[in-house]
């Protein structure tokens, strides 16, 4: 199964640095990486360059003007690249384990979305993680996380779960299966029949709104949650309003009440839709 891995940005090359050797050292191998860049400075445009140098992956790069938060934007521009039947998405701060694309494939099937979760890490584990420690996949060791930074938790079982143990907390977690833009995976048919993401919402439930519209046109959830595996990086929430949470909360409880399944202020509105559905047939 070839994969579309589109990863969202905005002004964390040093992240984003770490996010793309993490995929350079995927088990699985057949995927595309689509960086959906919302208006970052041309540091960022160097580090892919650089990167796609360096790693011989298959890296485009979407980027519009910035001009406020424009992640449903950006997200739509960069669906309308994918030259595969299957995407995963996740953000420029989330390293993935190894086997997370691997795990995607694996338990993808039609009629399905995934919803996995992450593990979020302090600032200063998060500064500690080196090149070397993502190629070795140190980072991901539960007694090397500890020793620089993490604290004891019940939520580190996501680092430490067996694959059978994985299976089982999977099935038994009381966490609601939402769609996660960190980590979720969806066919491009089922992006493209509810229409992408809402362009009306900012930042605050954008993906989980996105997978209310699934839901409502009959794809079911699944969760990833314990084996599909990426890290957090710590970084500042400058752009969070309670009042524009509060409004998306709101018009996402009216889609999932109404049953709504398309957004009019997704992927078909764009100017690109045209000419990139001519090269896709």
Not at 103 to 112: N, Q, S
Not at 115 to 131: E, R, V
Request: charged share 25%; proline share 3%.
């Amino acid at each position: 199964m070839k994969q579309s891995v589109i990863i969202t940005t905005y002004n964390s090359p040093e992240w984003l640095e770490k996010v793309l050797w993490g995929y350079s050292v995927q088990s699985h191998k057949n995927f595309e990486i689509i960086i959906a860049d919302d208006g970052s400075t041309e540091t960022t445009h160097e580090l892919i360059d650089r990167m796609r140098e360096s790693t011989d992956m298959t890296i485009k790069h979407v980027w519009h003007q910035d001009k406020g938060f424009r992640k449903c934007r950006i997200l739509n521009k960069a669906i309308l690249q994918v030259e595969s039947d299957y995407v995963v998405f996740t953000d420029g701060d989330c390293i993935p384990r190894f086997d997370f694309l691997s795990i995607h494939a694996r338990e993808a099937k039609p009629g399905y979305y995934l919803s996995g979760g992450y593990q979020k890490l302090p600032m200063s584990t998060s500064q500690a993680i080196t090149k070397k420690d993502i190629l070795s996949g140190d980072c991901f060791d539960i007694k090397w996380l500890r020793k620089h930074g993490l604290k004891r938790g019940r939520k580190n079982s996501k680092l430490t779960a067996t694959p059978f143990k994985a299976k089982i907390y999977n099935r038994l977690t009381p966490t609601e299966c939402t769609f996660k833009g960190s980590n979720g995976s969806v066919w491009l048919e089922d992006i493209l029949a509810v229409n992408g993401f809402d362009e009306r919402m900012p930042w605050g439930g954008l993906d989980r709104e996105f997978g209310v519209r699934l839901i409502n046109a009959g794809i079911k959830a699944k969760h990833v949650r314990y084996n599909a595996i990426v890290i957090h990086l710590d970084h500042p929430r400058g752009y969070k309003d309670a009042e524009i949470v509060k409004q998306n909360k709101a018009l996402r409880l009216q889609i999932e009440r109404e049953k709504i399944k398309w957004t009019d202020f997704g992927i078909r509105q764009l100017p690109q839709f045209s000419s990139s559905m001519q090269q896709h047939s």
